[in-house]
């Protein structure tokens, strides 16, 4: 009965967002599950959409012994700090040894893929060489990856074999790790690794045209899947992060099996036609003039997509040009209690709120005016009297179909009214991708109007089966919609910005 050893480590790093990654990120709870070890971290994730959750199921029907190590996860944001990674690193790298000293037969890592630290650009590569140093050549190394990851040539060089999601909204993360188990077992059976093959796109693609809900990515995952089926392969396309300032940030094909390369030259032609890939945002103010107009004509929700703030990419969650943009207009006084917007990270209005209580009025300045890529700051905050709708202790169980059965902690938090309009307030970082995070503060996001999400596409899954439209909007914010106006240093000349 083979033994497999487990272990995550989770972080999408913007190195041009204002936010550290310390060691405290990683231990809170709010956005991924605090830091757990041991069998308390197999049973916390078991069940839970995500990719090491998906393995833990597959290896049951495979008969193996799992070995539990520790799963550390933190909201997107600017570098991991050096400690922060040498606690993760080393607690995964002492499990590992004293699991060979017992009999190891194979490493599953639930990885991000686009984690940067503060002493190592490529940390991921950085945590596969130490496992590989301690296991050797011949112990098999499986990985899976999130579709944004910057797949780079360490990873897959100590790697035995990676496979990355193929949605975005990422809903099939559990499968991704039902995939890396098939790689696992079909590693086992063979004895040796399976010939691989990778190819490296020459352009970044903005996060707003990867939505595999959207086309061109949804006829070419669909594309994927029948080259799999044809070859005998397991093919990836990680569309990268385009706002991880390091020499290998790019996207990449690649894929495993006897046909790999053959798969993967196909594929490849495909993907990396450049034009597919440009897209248009608009303004802050331009978004709500068409939201509101739209709104006239349908009952269903207009949602905006406040890119440049998503908590999910290196934003605080924290800007509030939208909110500017939705008072300026009076879009609050055009439909009363139906606008809303979230999620607003601003924990001293969180607890002002809950200590004030439901129906009070609070002056506040909501928001936080923060350093921008552009080298100027965001919006200043938004000041003025805000009514207390609802409070809420932040904690929810999310429903929609990412992260389904994940239980967040957000701490005091509240529905604030201001001119009509309504925001979320939360104690802690969290992307607005589930419909459950308003309705914790009373917000019935059916109801609504108009919805501003601090999100790029992450807030598609669960938001677009009850949208009448979707708008994608440019409020200053730390994360650029266009890679483009990113002051970049270090990415090579073979990267064009643009495709």
């Known amino acids: 009965m083979p033994r497999i050893l487990i272990a995550g480590y989770q972080h999408e790093t913007n190195t041009f967002a204002p936010s550290l990654a310390d060691w405290a990120a990683f231990t809170r709870g709010d956005s991924f599950p605090a830091f757990s070890q041991g069998r308390a971290m197999q049973d916390l994730l078991t069940g839970v959409n995500i990719a090491i959750g998906g393995f833990i199921d597959a290896a049951k029907t495979h008969g193996w012994t799992l070995l539990p190590s520790c799963w550390a996860g933190a909201i997107p944001s600017s570098f991991v700090t050096t400690e922060a990674f040498e606690r993760i690193a080393e607690t995964i790298c002492a499990d590992v040894r004293a699991a060979a000293a017992g009999g190891l037969d194979g490493i599953y890592l639930d990885l991000h893929g686009a984690a940067v630290a503060e002493q190592a650009a490529d940390s991921e590569g950085e945590l596969l060489g130490r496992l590989r140093a301690i296991v050797g050549p011949d112990l098999p190394i499986i990985a899976s990856l999130d579709l944004h990851a910057n797949v780079t040539h360490r990873m897959l060089r100590e790697a035995d074999a990676l496979v990355s999601y193929r949605t975005y909204p990422h809903v099939d993360m559990a499968a991704t790790g039902e995939l890396a188990a098939e790689l696992m077992a079909r590693r086992l059976r063979a004895g040796r690794r399976e010939p691989v093959h990778a190819r490296r796109l020459p352009f970044l693609i903005p996060l707003n045209a990867q939505s595999t809900w959207m086309q061109p990515a949804q006829g070419l995952y669909e594309e994927l899947l029948t080259l799999d089926k044809r070859f005998g392969t397991v093919l990836s396309f990680c569309m990268g992060f385009p706002a991880s300032d390091f020499d290998e940030c790019a996207p990449m094909v690649w894929g495993h099996g006897e046909q790999a390369e053959a798969a993967v030259e196909r594929l490849f032609t495909l993907v990396s036609e450049p034009t597919q890939w440009r897209l248009d945002i608009l303004s802050a103010r331009e978004a709500v003039t068409q939201a509101l107009a739209l709104a006239a004509s349908t009952a269903k929700p207009v949602v905006i997509a406040d890119t440049q703030d998503n908590p999910g990419a290196g934003g605080d969650s924290n800007t509030t040009g939208l909110l500017h943009a939705l008072i300026a207009q009076g879009a609050g006084k055009r439909y009363p209690g139906q606008v809303a917007l979230g999620l607003m990270y601003d924990a001293a209005a969180g607890r002002a709120a809950m200590e004030a209580g439901v129906g009070a009025e609070l002056e506040l300045a909501l928001g936080t005016a923060v350093p921008t890529f552009t080298g100027s700051v965001s919006d200043a905050p938004v000041r003025g009297r805000f009514k207390v709708r609802a ?46 995070l308003l309705r914790m503060v009373g917000i019935v996001a059916e109801q609504m109007r108009v919805i501003v999400v601090k999100s790029s596409n992450h807030f598609r899954a669960d938001f677009m089966p009850i949208a009448s439209a979707v708008l994608v909007a440019k409020a200053a914010g730390p994360m650029a919609a266009d890679p483009a106006d990113l002051p970049w240093k270090h990415l090579p000349p073979t990267i064009r910005l643009r495709p």
Not at 404 to 430: Q, T
């Open 391 to 436: 409070v809420s202790d932040g904690r929810v169980t999310l429903k929609g179909p990412m992260m389904r059965g994940l239980s967040v902690n957000l701490g005091p938090s509240a529905c604030l009214e201001i001119d009509g309009i309504l925001v979320a307030v939360v104690s802690g970082k969290k992307q607005l991708l589930d419909r459950e």
